[in-house]
T-cell receptor
């Protein structure tokens, strides 16, 4: 069982470029969550998705950020026109069902640096 | 809005000593989680607490939950250097969906 796979592990983008972060949930997990961690802070919820559906995007910034979880393939977190303030670690988590009864498993994260 | 507060935020302790990290949350919760994070790494799940009075232990760590007081504790017994890390508590409320609200984290340093 490969766990939650995120790639890339590190991503450097210039201001104004686009960043695409990928997350493949654990086998058998159909619920995906994205969190952002700024330096020296806790994780902040961004978005919760199931296959082909966004369930809760209340933590997503209103502009430039979008997420999807297509029928086939990984979940994608997309940041358009990145700015320095987007530099952070982005973690994906998955769970087998809603409510996290099976627990949440986190990926290793993507560390985005905007220069 | 759900708030989760941990204290202390920074904890420096000697090996062999005991200490407790506290996690308060502001509204009724379904579940409470404790995670460990090493610098530059992901989150490692330590405990999932599902009901009032739940107590779980793993090695030198023991977690408990009091849902009436909206309080969880993570107790460290006879600390060793390998426990140095940042510890997060997180609360899960199932409303229209599920998501974790994290505390600020407690940065623990265990000195020889």
């Amino acid at each position: 069982n490969a766990g939650v796979m995120q790639n890339p592990r590190h991503l450097v983008r210039r201001r104004g470029q686009e960043a695409r972060l990928r997350c493949s949930p654990m086998k058998g997990h159909s619920h995906v969550y994205w969190y952002r961690q700024l330096p020296e802070e806790g994780l902040k919820f961004m978005v919760y998705l199931q296959k082909e559906n966004i369930i809760d995007e209340s933590g997503m910034p209103k502009e430039r950020f979008s997420a999807e979880f297509p029928k086939e393939g990984p979940s994608i977190l997309r940041i358009q026109q990145v700015v320095r303030g987007d530099s952070a670690a982005y973690f994906c988590a998955s769970s087998p069902n809603t409510g996290g009864d099976g627990g949440y498993t986190f990926g290793s994260g993507t560390r985005l640096t905007v220069v | 809005e759900l708030k989760v507060e941990q204290n202390p935020l920074f904890l420096s302790m000697q090996e062999g000593k005991n200490y407790t990290i506290y996690c308060n949350y502001s509204t009724t919760s379904d579940r409470l989680y404790w995670y460990r994070q090493d610098p530059g790494k992901s989150l490692e799940s330590l405990f999932v607490l599902l009901s009032n009075g739940a107590v779980k232990q793993e090695g030198r760590l023991m977690a408990s939950l009091d849902t009436k007081a909206r309080l969880s504790t993570l107790h460290i017994t006879a600390a060793v250097h390998d426990l140095s890390a940042t510890y997060f508590c997180a609360v899960d409320i199932e409303t229209s969906g599920s998501r974790l609200t994290f505390g600020e984290g407690t940065q623990l340093t265990v000195n020889p």
